[in-house]
């Protein structure tokens, strides 16, 4: 990695061998890095991988045991050196704009923030226009922060920390929780701010996806580093092939194919199975053995992503619980009855001269898993609120687990279950009495509980862990426990929102296996909100809400093909200058053009045509063109693409 | 020091009181409603008995001895009852909260000089309402058994009844009361309240306003930027202390306007001594959000190191003189007694610096005590 030649400056950051413990409990432990001068580079894991303590200890806010930081050539170990370089340094701590004051608005934010750090009062205007405008955030400046939605606090967060033009900025976690249309604006502002005054950026985040954002990036899970470089040299630490395809019938598939290969997910209908050390003709060609007699379609290979190489990482360095077994058993569940496990039609919910949900409609069938997706404050948790009898409808109607929920709402509670984002559970309760608890409350008689209990434990993988404090238990395994409350009182539908949540990709992993044996062998309706647009391509059905409207509502499959049919093929372009090239790019009128990492993503009708034009364009300028490549558009192009379209069509109103 | 930092600090957190409409009227309701609640409420004065009378002798005599207290201004009279047994219910539903009984025969027994006894009953839920009463019922007897003595000894010696009163009572106490003549305990209370008002509201002010940086994560700002951390504590702090001054005037204005009390002292000395009495509050707030985490606990860590100590070792329920020394040490632990006299001096003894000066002295000592410690524990890059 740094090999830094002689003459070279230090570099923004240098850590080794660092260790953070409280009390006793060890939170990170050897870690090292370097980031270089100029670059962005990421910190990747999920929640509890020691991301945070890393960048307190570098901002100079956390105190810790073990290695050394140094700071542009300055150790930093003590208060006082940490002192030192406060000055050319920005940190936002986690937490969605959680380091503004709410009370103030968003310009006596900037300028408490430009007056606590010193900006000359001459400067400040220049540098808050400039940052306002670049953020858009200039029409809104006499807003109270705490009106602001969360993209827009976001940004106002990257300006705060920004104003007194630092040479080093420490973000943790500036997108979770942040839809993904905000999120790739948030991507894009902060790549050009960077560039532009060459600041260095170490930003962490929970979102494997984001891996293309860095220029480098160190894997975390556990309090350790897996694996650092670039993200094509962290992919290559991880040799094999991913095979996509559809099977039928899909569970005895994934039986067979899990038998023999560790890395195999069902994601919707499709299966998804990473085979280690194979050419990509081989894995195709391996899995094809495993699944002899079955319906296959659509059988092909694609490239590992990171999450796939990080789920690899970790099964290689044998860091894996035991796998959970999660068997169909012969008779049970009950049949299902009523096939139509949940209806809405124009369910409208209104607040105070405030339209949350307008005409919400759409029909879940039992064994269905639908995914609801959306901004923060689209309407989702209304949505749901309404669904399980919490909340009253203003005007239409929905009829949950054949019950009316303008009268039943007692009813339609006895019948669904429900895991809530919050960890909802007792955590000094063990997990047996958490799962007694919920059976008592849910009043299932007392000889059938035990049983019950026995098979809920089982199918979550929490066999084993009875007599474990909830609060004990990794965030994973609590979200198991919490589904497992929901399922004590065989609940024919689920409601689950953001079950997910800053839960690593195996655990996210294991929790779908969960949900799809509940769908595909006993026929539970699951209704599931999330931020993450790879979980999403489980659902077999998505909807997305937009301003408390449900804009579309298709097989995440039917999703993408509208979007090639309305919007063109999807073309990732290779550049050695892509911000540069963007700009150009949007000028010349091509749509949906965004920031990947170091490529670019835009949509054109016809790939021929505008890889020419592309190549005509960026050779006219000088830019080098290293590739224009087609590629399949994902769920988060899906959104984007929406959303984007929608909010340009309000603005026009 | 930087002050435009401190400056910057100072305007934004008077920013976030003055919009948070719960935090300000925190900031500026609470303590004159306190002020007004206990006011009004704790009053010590035991006045207007309810009582009851059952005169199963109905002879001149008994009138004449119930009368002492149906006109006396301590009891209110609410009628007679045919039997004892009437009583019950009265006492029991609180209408009455005092009742005597005459027995048959009380005037024939003392007129051929046998002794009588009046029974009185007394709702003894409250002891200290009951005790005062006791002491009333006694009062009233003793000058109803001296003015039969002076009777006696008049008839039965031949002499004027000026002087047979005095031979029946040898020994006449004069009293005078100092400072508080009418002996009004709303004086002193007010007094004491505007003590423990400013014991309580700038402490929980300050650690709340703390702590909620520390809960919602904007301590970052502060731990990552350049601000040092006196310039931190004197900027964050300066408008809980302006506003603990700005109350100290109102609480003041309360008293004298509204409870009467009068203020003899010195406005300067008594002004500075409340400065320096809100500053050492504050260091109290400051201390107390600097070893907790969340507002909650913030409020309970304030609620034991104020309130508590203020009531017990202040001198407003107990002189402290009259505590065994233990608690004369712990009095003199805590700085609400120090301030207890400079209010009291203030307002009516009318003494000042001359006499009170240790007083404040004590009070500055304990609030310079409280900021370093502060100071010394605020760590701009702690441990967890």
């Given amino acids: ?653 | 020091m930087n002050l435009a930092r401190i400056a910057a600090l100072a305007h934004k957190e008077w920013r976030e009181i003055v919009r948070d409409r719960l935090f300000l009227a925190l900031a500026f309701v609470v303590p004159a409603a306190l002020m007004l609640v206990f006011g009004y409420g704790l009053s010590l004065d035991v006045e207007h008995i309810p009582f009851a009378v059952v005169d199963h002798d109905r002879s001149a005599l008994s009138r004449d001895y119930t009368h002492r207290f149906i006109d006396s201004r301590y009891f209110d009279y609410r009628g007679h009852v045919k039997s004892e047994r009437e009583l019950d219910p009265l006492l029991a539903d609180s209408r009455i909260r005092f009742a005597i009984v005459v027995p048959p025969k009380f005037e024939e027994n003392l007129m051929a000089g046998r002794p009588a006894a009046v029974q009185s009953l007394i709702d003894g839920t409250f002891p200290f309402r009951a005790s005062t009463s006791k002491g009333y019922v006694i009062a009233i007897n003793a000058a109803f058994n001296g003015e039969l003595l002076a009777a006696y000894i008049s008839r039965r010696f031949g002499v004027a009844p000026e002087r047979a009163a005095a031979l029946a009572q040898p020994v006449r106490v004069q009293l005078r009361y100092l400072y508080n003549q009418e002996l009004k305990s709303t004086w002193s209370i007010a007094t004491a309240l505007v003590m423990l008002v400013l014991m309580v509201a700038p402490p929980f002010l300050t650690a709340l306003g703390v702590v909620r940086e520390k809960e919602s994560g904007s301590i970052y700002n502060i731990y990552a930027s350049t601000v040092t951390r006196g310039e931190f504590l004197a900027g964050k702090l300066l408008p809980y202390v302006g506003i603990s001054i700005v109350n100290s005037l109102i609480l003041w204005a309360l008293a004298t306007g509204l409870f009467g009390v009068p203020f003899k002292g010195d406005p300067l000395f008594f002004f500075l001594s409340s400065v320096i009495y809100v500053t050492c509050t504050t260091g109290i707030g400051l201390l107390a959000s600097l070893i907790v985490r969340t507002q909650v606990a913030a409020m309970m860590l304030t609620v034991v190191m104020t309130i508590i100590p203020s009531v017990l070792y202040s001198g407003l329920l107990v002189p402290i003189a009259s505590m065994d020394p233990q608690g004369q040490f712990e009095a003199h632990l805590f700085p609400a007694m120090y301030f207890t006299d400079i209010a009291l001096g203030s307002f009516l003894k009318g003494v000042g610096l001359e006499q009170l000066w240790g007083k404040a002295l004590a009070l500055a000592i304990y609030a310079a005590v409280l900021w370093l410690i502060s100071f010394a524990l605020f760590h701009k890059r702690p441990r967890t």
């Avoid at chain 1, 979102?207 to 309090?223: C, I, K, N, Q, T």
Wanted: aromatic letters at 6%; proline letters at 5%.
């Fill in chain 1, 1 to 653: 990695m740094g090999e830094a030649a002689p003459l070279t400056p230090a570099p923004a950051v240098r850590v080794q061998g660092f260790g953070k413990r409280y009390r006793r409990q060890a939170a990170v432990a050897g870690v090292d890095l370097e980031v270089r001068r100029g670059e962005i580079y990421g910190l990747i894991g999920p929640d509890g991988a020691g991301k945070s303590s890393l960048m307190k200890a570098v901002a100079g806010v956390l105190a810790f045991e073990e290695g050394s930081i140094e700071m542009f050539g300055i150790r930093i170990d003590s208060e006082a050196a940490a002192e030192r370089v406060k000055g050319r340094l920005g940190f936002m701590p986690q937490g969605l704009g959680l380091n503004l004051y709410p009370e103030l608005s968003v310009e006596e934010n900037i300028d408490f923030f430009a007056r606590l750090r010193g900006v000359p009062a001459a400067e400040i205007a220049a540098r808050k226009a400039k940052l306002l405008a670049m953020t858009r955030l200039d029409r809104f400046t006499g807003r109270p922060m705490k009106h602001l939605s969360g993209g827009m606090k976001q940004k106002l967060g990257l300006v705060c920390t920004l104003i007194h033009e630092p040479e080093l900025i420490v973000l943790d976690e500036p997108t979770t929780g942040v839809d993904p249309v905000s999120r790739r604006d948030f991507w894009a502002i902060l790549a050009e701010l960077l560039r532009e005054k060459g600041i260095t950026a170490l930003i962490s985040t929970a979102y494997m996806d984001e891996a293309e954002r860095f220029h480098r990036l160190s894997l975390m899970h556990g309090g350790r580093v897996l694996a650092s470089g670039e993200p094509d040299a962290i992919r290559a630490r991880t040799p094999g092939s991913v095979v996509e395809l559809e099977a039928e019938p899909q569970v005895e598939a994934l039986d067979r194919i899990q038998a023999s290969l560790a890395q195999a997910e069902s994601v919707g209908p499709r299966l998804r199975v990473f085979v280690d050390d194979a050419a990509p003709e081989a894995a195709v060609g391996t899995v094809a053995g495993l699944l002899k007699g079955l319906s296959l379609r659509d059988l092909h290979a694609t490239t590992p992503d990171l999450e796939d190489a990080f789920v690899a990482l970790l099964r290689r360095q044998r860091l894996v619980e035991e796998r959970v077994v999660a068997k169909p058993r012969a008779g049970d569940g009950d049949p299902p009855g009523d096939d139509v496990a949940i209806l809405a039609k124009d369910l409208t919910r209104d607040f105070d001269g405030f339209r949350a949900v307008d005409r919400a409609s759409f029909t879940v069938h039992q064994g269905d898993i639908f995914g609801l997706v959306g901004a923060n404050g689209a309407g989702k948790t209304t949505l749901i609120k309404m669904l399980t009898g919490i909340l009253p409808p203003s005007d239409g109607e929905g009829r949950v687990a054949g019950a009316d929920m303008h009268f039943a709402a007692q009813a339609i509670k006895a019948r669904i279950g429900y895991t809530s984002q919050a960890f909802s559970l007792y955590q000094d309760l063990s997990v047996l009495e958490n799962l007694r608890l919920y059976a008592r409350i849910y009043g299932v008689a007392r000889h059938a509980a035990g049983e019950r209990i026995e098979q809920v434990a089982e199918l979550t993988g929490l066999t084993g862990r009875e007599r474990q404090l909830a609060g004990r238990l990794p965030l994973g395994i609590r979200q198991r426990l919490a589904l497992a409350c929901a399922l004590v009182h065989r609940p024919r539908i689920l409601f689950l929102d953001e079950p997910t949540s800053g839960v690593d990709p195996i655990g996210r992993r294991r929790f779908w296996d969960i949900l799809v044996h509940l769908a595909r062998v006993e026929q539970v309706a699951i209704l599931i909100t999330t931020h993450y647009m790879s979980e999403a391509e489980h659902c077999d059905r998505l909807a997305l809400m937009h301003a408390g409207r449900i804009v579309a509502d298709d097989p995440p499959a039917a999703l993408k093909q509208a979007l090639r049919e309305e919007a063109g093929e999807l073309l990732e372009v290779a550049t050695d200058r892509p911000l540069a090239a963007m700009a150009l790019l949007e000028q010349a009128g091509f749509a949906g053009v965004a920031l990947f990492g170091r490529h670019i993503h835009l949509f054109a009708r016809d790939a021929h045509t505008a890889t020419r034009e592309i190549q005509t364009i960026l050779a006219g300028r000088g830019i080098g063109l290293a590739s224009v490549t087609p590629r399949p558009p994902s769920l988060e192009d899906v959104f984007v693409y929406r959303i984007t379209a929608l909010e340009q069509g309000e603005q026009r109103l």
